[in-house]
């Protein structure tokens, strides 16, 4: 598969490029998708969630009612999970919600996700540039030269850029990530996906 280079004016370049079929024309594994993005959600979670139980509410300890000749059933404690203000049965307590996968799961899952991004023709690459001053206003500039202004872009740089970054982190539609941090999610949250030129090449060493 070849695609033309743009420029940041959405002219092209006169340049192309011919992208790995090995990452771009896979068939998707969706299984893998599902497995690596339920692991980068994961890995998102605190997991700080925490509930009191019975033996650690403040409340007396003094038997409500007598055990018996009440009519009533026997209760030992206003702590307990029954009463208002009680301890929660089996409530949530503080864990690790992280899991293992294997690289080459990961990986399969990241090419998966591009060879969709090429199927569905939502891969535009642009050749490599720069700003001189962080300018959100020359960041709408450019997505919209690009046609992709009504989307959700993902930018793929190849080295971390700060002007770059900045201009676009206002832009609520518009992440800008380097090549060490694309992966299986941010690519399919994505409705377009915009490579800088040199990108495509270095895939393959991501681990």
Same mark, same amino acid.
């Given at each position: 598969?070849?695609?033309?280079?743009?420029?940041?004016?959405?002219?092209?370049? &006169?340049?192309?490029?011919?992208?790995? @079929?090995? /990452?771009?024309?896979?068939? #998707?594994?969706?299984?893998?998708?599902?497995?690596?993005?339920?692991? +980068?959600?994961?890995?998102?979670?605190? &997991?700080?969630?925490?509930?009191?139980?019975?033996?650690?509410?403040?409340?007396?300890?003094?038997?409500? =009612?007598?055990?018996?000749?009440?009519? &009533?059933?026997?209760?030992?404690?206003?702590?307990? @999970? /029954? +009463?208002?203000?009680?301890?929660?049965?089996?409530?949530?307590? @503080?864990?690790?919600?992280?899991?293992?996968?294997?690289?080459?799961?990961?990986? $399969?899952?990241?090419?998966?996700?591009?060879?969709?991004?090429?199927?569905?023709?939502?891969?535009?690459?642009?050749?490599?540039?720069?700003?001189?001053? #962080?300018?959100?206003?020359?960041? =709408?500039?450019? =997505?919209?030269?690009?046609?992709?202004?009504?989307?959700?872009?993902?930018?793929?740089?190849?080295? %971390?850029?700060?002007? /770059? +970054?900045?201009?676009?982190?206002?832009?609520?539609?518009?992440?800008?990530?380097?090549?060490?941090?694309? %992966?299986?999610?941010?690519?399919?949250?994505?409705?377009? $996906?915009? $490579?800088?030129?040199?990108?495509?090449?270095?895939?393959?060493?991501?681990?």
């Amino acid at each position: 598969m070849e695609l033309p280079v743009y420029k940041i004016d959405g002219t092209e370049s &006169g340049k192309k490029v011919s992208l790995d @079929p090995g /990452i771009f024309e896979i068939e #998707p594994n969706d299984h893998a998708i599902y497995l690596d993005v339920k692991q +980068y959600l994961a890995n998102q979670r605190q &997991g700080t969630h925490k509930t009191k139980e019975k033996s650690e509410v403040a409340y007396s300890t003094k038997k409500i =009612i007598r055990q018996k000749g009440s009519g &009533g059933a026997r209760h030992g404690s206003i702590k307990s @999970p /029954i +009463y208002v203000g009680g301890g929660r049965v089996f409530g949530p307590r @503080p864990r690790d919600y992280s899991f293992k996968l294997n690289k080459k799961v990961k990986q $399969l899952a990241r090419f998966s996700a591009l060879s969709y991004k090429a199927k569905e023709q939502a891969l535009t690459i642009v050749e490599q540039f720069d700003m001189e001053a #962080p300018k959100t206003k020359k960041m =709408i500039e450019i =997505i919209k030269n690009l046609k992709v202004n009504d989307r959700k872009v993902l930018f793929v740089l190849p080295n %971390n850029s700060d002007n /770059i +970054y900045l201009s676009s982190r206002n832009l609520p539609n518009v992440k800008v990530i380097t090549l060490n941090e694309i %992966n299986t999610y941010h690519i399919l949250n994505s409705t377009s $996906l915009v $490579l800088v030129d040199g990108v495509q090449d270095n895939l393959r060493g991501r681990n």
